[in-house]
């Protein structure tokens, strides 16, 4: 099984930018979809982005398109998240997931991930 960790999160104001870090061990990454999720309190844990084992598929939800990058370094076993123009409402714990054998298939449910991490905290101030 793959244990996953992120790390990158922290206390930002808006329009800021964060890089978060998924790093993989126990398996290699390059069989694994991966993907980003977050839950803000009192909120249901909503998908974010999703890439594909290789890296030639992505995709993302709407709030976060054209601000958020995805993108993997499979010789790293990592994962990385570019959050660029940052928002109050992207405060929340963001999970790194991973999805074993999708092929260039980029899952978007959670019941589709396989590994979970503990998550990491980033807060947007206004």
């Known amino acids: 099984q793959v244990q996953l960790v992120e790390s990158g999160g922290g206390l930002v104001q808006a329009g800021g930018s964060l890089r978060l870090s998924c790093e993989a061990s126990?398996?290699?990454?390059?069989?694994?979809?991966m993907g980003w999720f977050r839950q803000a309190p009192g909120k249901e844990r909503e998908f974010v982005t999703t890439?594909?084992?290789?890296?030639?598929?992505?995709y993302y939800a709407d709030s976060v398109k054209g601000r958020f990058t995805i993108s993997r370094d499979n010789a790293k076993n990592t994962v990385y998240l570019q959050m660029n123009s940052l928002k109050p409402e992207d405060t929340a714990v963001y999970y790194c997931a991973a999805a074993w054998g999708k092929g260039v298939i980029t899952p978007r449910q959670p019941y589709e991930y396989d590994a979970w991490g503990q998550g990491t905290q980033v807060t947007v101030s206004s």
């Open positions: 890439i594909s084992s290789s890296g030639s598929s992505t």
């Open positions: 126990g398996r290699t990454l390059s069989r694994y979809a």
